[in-house]
């Protein structure tokens, strides 16, 4: 019995086969240059965003560093106007220093009005010594600002010439006094060293010693008393005591507590 000869076609295109495997290599050659586009686009976009980006944050350093550079020259100046006020403390402590706060005259007033009635003062003495000053080490200046491009501010073209000069230290002095007398009794010592020690001029005030003395057959008490001027004290502390300027220099005068007509 013969059989029809089977159709290769049957059930499928009647198109070649080759025809249909060049058109599925034609559409995946264009699938894949589509998606090729695509990666390459993706690419340049991102990197144009980012490159915007680069920018912007390019833009934003430049303008943090502007901003830096100007705070860091306000900075500058202040520290140039506080080294400037620095100075001028200095220089007014030692015109302080050099100044005599409580003169002699306010000095010797304080003393004579404490002494009370039956006491007799025979000597005083005042002594001074200056006082040594030690000087502050020096700051160690090796660390500089730096700006956000790696620059220094505030440094000058010679180093050297940056450092400070040699700090002018005020003179400081320390003054004793010592106070001997005779007085009738023992009380009348007692009065005198209270009112020494309620005196704002006077510190440390001490009684180093008091004996029984004779003179012209009659017996007093021999004393003597230590004291220390005090570092803040000042003759506008003192009752009585009045300002007066003459030309341009000023003096404190001791009043007396009895007015005069």
Do not use: C
């Amino acid at each position: 019995m013969n059989h029809p000869k089977e159709n290769s076609n049957q059930g499928g295109s009647f198109l070649p086969a080759e025809y249909v495997k060049g058109k599925s290599q034609v559409r995946a050659n264009i699938m894949a240059l589509f998606l090729f586009t695509l990666v390459i686009a993706g690419v340049v976009g991102a990197f144009v965003v980012n490159h915007q980006q680069w920018r912007r944050v390019h833009q934003e350093q430049k303008l943090v560093a502007a901003a830096f550079e100007e705070e860091a020259a306000k900075i500058e100046q202040l520290e140039a106007l506080e080294k400037q006020r620095i100075e001028l403390i200095e220089r007014a402590e030692v015109v302080t220093a050099l100044k005599d706060r409580v003169p002699r005259s306010v000095l010797l007033g304080e003393i004579v009005r404490a002494i009370p009635d039956g006491l007799t003062l025979t000597l005083v003495n005042l002594e001074g010594e200056r006082v040594r000053v030690k000087r502050a080490e020096p700051k160690d200046q090796s660390a500089k600002t730096r700006t956000l491009t790696g620059k220094n501010v505030g440094k000058g073209k010679d180093e050297a010439a940056s450092k400070d000069p040699v700090k002018v230290l005020p003179p400081k002095f320390r003054f004793s006094l010592s106070a001997e007398g005779i007085a009738q009794e023992n009380d009348h010592v007692a009065d005198f060293l209270a009112s020494l020690k309620a005196s704002p001029l006077f510190g440390e005030v001490e009684l180093q010693f008091i004996n029984a003395t004779t003179i012209d057959k009659l017996e007093y008490r021999k004393f003597k008393i230590t004291m220390n001027l005090l570092d803040q004290a000042d003759a506008r502390l003192v009752d009585g005591t009045q300002e007066v300027e003459i030309g341009r220099m000023k003096f404190g005068i001791a009043g007396s507590d009895t007015d005069t007509d």
